[in-house]
């Protein structure tokens, strides 16, 4: 590998930030974990240490490793210091392109020249995020998958100006974590949630229609198509925001109807039925 990655900066502690610091952090690459206020620092760093004993319990790392683990990240509450220094900049912030803007444009100014920027965006243009700094050829969309310590997917997203040598460095990095990369191009969706999302669309307009309950909906397919969990618990499991602001994001990109959010997810998260981080979406988890 032509440059490699030995050190790095995770903006956002959320659950795909607190997951993405974990796997590098596991495969003893310093990470720099950065968040807005010590309670979610902490909260992060909770998170981190349960899914770490949870691993250890399965006899998937041992106990070494976790303490090894935890002792690499190193907390920042100050995101210019925290980028500073670092080979590789991934940001998990909200999906909200006014975060990310003053995000991107902080980190430009603050990141040594070299460092590579990754945003993990499920759905805002890598392109355009990379227009905010001045590196677009140093910027790549590295898409995780949640829970990030289990699945080996990592979507990798060419921006219009990413430069070949960065791709190949962002590869092997994924490769190191025990992930498996895998290219696309810049496009609403990329590839994993232009398939995914419009199946969790339909599963939700079988249950406005009054096709099937979610319970039933799921069943099929788990039963008949073997997914690991049906569309409705997987849409609760993301969180119904962030599935309707993936549906309005194809929407709006291909102007075709076929992308339409059914009202009933419109409807939800009106209400404020968000599923599991609420407590309430298509299943009940109080
Ligand atoms: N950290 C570490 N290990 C974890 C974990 C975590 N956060 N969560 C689960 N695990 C481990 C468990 O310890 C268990 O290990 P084992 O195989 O050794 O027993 C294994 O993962 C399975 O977990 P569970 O036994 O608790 O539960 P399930 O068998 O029901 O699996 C699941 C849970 C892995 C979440 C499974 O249901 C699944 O794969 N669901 C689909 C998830 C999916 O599609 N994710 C993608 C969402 S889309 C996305 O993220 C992109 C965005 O842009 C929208």
Redesign the pocket.
């Known amino acids: 590998m032509s440059v490699q990655i030995k050190s790095v900066a995770v903006i956002g502690g959320g659950t795909?930030g607190n997951?993405i610091a974990?796997v590098f952090a596991m495969n003893r690459i310093p990470v720099n974990l950065i968040e807005t206020k010590q309670e979610f620092a902490d909260r992060a760093m909770a998170?981190i240490e349960?899914?770490?004993d949870?691993?250890v319990?399965?006899e998937?790392i041992d106990v070494e490793t976790k303490d090894a683990a935890l002792n690499s990240i190193s907390v920042f509450l100050d995101l210019r210091k925290g980028v500073k220094g670092v080979d590789l900049v991934i940001e998990a912030v909200p999906e909200n392109l006014d975060i990310k803007k003053s995000v991107w444009t902080a980190v430009d100014e603050a990141a040594d020249a070299h460092t590579i920027f990754a945003s993990?965006?499920?759905?805002i243009s890598i392109t355009k995020l990379a227009a905010l700094t001045k590196r677009p050829d140093k910027f790549i969309g590295m898409?995780?998958?949640?829970?990030?310590?289990?699945?080996k997917?990592v979507?990798i997203v060419n921006g219009l100006d990413t430069s070949e040598e960065t791709y190949k460095v962002v590869e092997e990095t994924s490769r190191l974590l025990g992930k498996t990369p895998v290219p696309v191009n810049d496009m609403p969706g990329f590839v994993?949630?232009r398939v995914?999302?419009p199946m969790i669309n339909e599963a939700v307009f079988a249950v406005y229609e009054g096709v099937a309950t979610p319970e039933n909906v799921d069943q099929v397919m788990m039963l008949g198509m073997a997914?690991?969990?049906g569309p409705l618990?997987?849409a609760d499991?993301?969180?119904l925001d962030?599935?309707l602001d993936?549906l309005n994001v194809l929407y709006d990109g291909f102007k075709d109807p076929k992308y339409r959010p059914c009202p009933l997810l419109i409807k939800m998260v009106d209400a404020g039925k968000l599923g599991n981080k609420t407590g309430e979406g298509f299943y009940s988890y109080s």
Not at 145 to 151: D, K, L, Q, R
């Open positions: 795909m997951g974990h998170t349960k899914n770490l949870r691993m319990a399965k998937k993990n965006t499920s759905s898409h995780f998958f949640n829970p990030v310590p289990v699945m997917l979507e994993s949630n995914l999302m997914h690991p969990m618990r997987l499991f993301i969180g962030v599935c993936i």
